[in-house]
C-alpha cells in the first residue's frame, strides 16, 4: 500500500484497482466507471450520472432537480409545504399547470380541473355539486324506518335557495353545532308538498357557506318559516364548522348551492 499525501495530476490518470482517498477536490471533469462513497460528497456543479444510481441512505436536494426520465419509487412518497401539491404539464405544456392535486386545507386534497374515475368510487359520503345522473347508481341504499325519524314521515320537500340572493348569518357555534339565520325570497311558504315546515322538523343542509362544505349536514328548525322576514332559522351539526365565524354574514358568492331538505316534520308551533 502507498501512502501519498499530496498528488497532483494534470493529464489522464487511471487506477488500476481501489483506491481510497480521504479529501478529493475536482476541478475539472471526472469520469467514474465505478464509485463508492461512505461520506458526504458535495457537488457544486453540474452532475451526470448515465448508468444506474443506488443510494443506500439518505440522500437531501436542497434545490429544484429535472429527472428527464422517469422515476420508480418502490416505497413511500412524503410531500412537505405550507400547501403540498403535484403539478401535471400535459403534452409538455409551458403553463403553471394543466392539472393540480393539492392540499390546500389540512386534511383535503383538492384536485384542479376534471377527475376521471375508471373504475369504482367508494366513500362514506360524498358530496357533489352539478352532478349528473346518468349512469349513477348506489351499491346500498340503507332504508331508514318511519320509527327511526320519529314525527310523520314525508318525501323530501326542499327549498334550494336562490343562487347570489341569499344571505346566512352565523348567530352561534359551539363545537359542531352551528345556529344560523337563512334570509331568502326563496322562502314564500310554510308549506310544501302539503306539509308545514314547523318548529324542530328535521332538516338536512348542502351546498357551501363560505369555504365550508356542509356535505348532508343533519339539522332541525328551531322556529316555524317565517314568510315575512323570509327567514329560515336552522341548528345544524356540520363537520367543518371551525371554518365558519361567529356572528358573520355570508352572501353573494360565498353561500353557494344551498338547499334544505325536510324529512320530518316536527312537532312545535
Known amino acids: 500500500m502507498a501512502i501519498l499525501k499530496n498528488l497532483l495530476v494534470n493529464g489522464a490518470s487511471r487506477f488500476l484497482n481501489t483506491a481510497y482517498f480521504q479529501d478529493v477536490s475536482i476541478g475539472g471533469t471526472a469520469s467514474l466507471v465505478s464509485l463508492s462513497l461512505s461520506g458526504a460528497l458535495t457537488v457544486d456543479g453540474t452532475t451526470t450520472l448515465k448508468g444506474a444510481t443506488t443510494i443506500n441512505n439518505t440522500m437531501v436536494v436542497s434545490k429544484a432537480s429535472t429527472f428527464n426520465g422517469s422515476i420508480t419509487v418502490k416505497s413511500g412518497v412524503e410531500l412537505y409545504g405550507s400547501t403540498p401539491y403535484i403539478d401535471f404539464h400535459f403534452g409538455n405544456s409551458s ?3 394543466t392539472s393540480r392535486i393539492i392540499e390546500s386545507v389540512s386534511g383535503t386534497l383538492n384536485v384542479q380541473n376534471n377527475l376521471t374515475v375508471a373504475n369504482k368510487l367508494s366513500a362514506p359520503e360524498i358530496v357533489a355539486t352539478n352532478i349528473s345522473t346518468e349512469n349513477l347508481r ?9 320509527a327511526d325519524l320519529g314525527g310523520t314521515f314525508i318525501v323530501a320537500p326542499t327549498i334550494f335557495f336562490t343562487e347570489g340572493a341569499t ?3 352565523i ?3 359551539s363545537g359542531n353545532t352551528v345556529t344560523m339565520t337563512i334570509t331568502c325570497d326563496a322562502i314564500t311558504s310554510d308549506t310544501l308538498g302539503g306539509h308545514t315546515w314547523s318548529q324542530y322538523s328535521k332538516v338536512k343542509l348542502s351546498g357551501m357557506i363560505g369555504g365550508c362544505v356542509l356535505g348532508s349536514s343533519d339539522g332541525y328548525l328551531s322556529a316555524k318559516l317565517n314568510t315575512t322576514a323570509k327567514t329560515a332559522n336552522v341548528i345544524a351539526t356540520i ?3 371551525s371554518l365558519l365565524s361567529s356572528g358573520t ?4 358568492a360565498n353561500v ?3 338547499a334544505m331538505m325536510m324529512y320530518a316534520v316536527g312537532n312545535g308551533s
Not at 348506489?138 to 318511519?146: C, D, G, N, R, S
Open 95 to 97: 403553463t403553471d399547470h
Open 138 to 146: 348506489w351499491a346500498k341504499l340503507e332504508e331508514i324506518t318511519v
Open 167 to 169: 344571505s346566512v348569518y
Open 171 to 173: 348567530n352561534s357555534i
Open 239 to 241: 363537520e367543518n364548522a
Open 249 to 252: 354574514t355570508y352572501s353573494g
Open 256 to 258: 353557494k348551492n344551498l
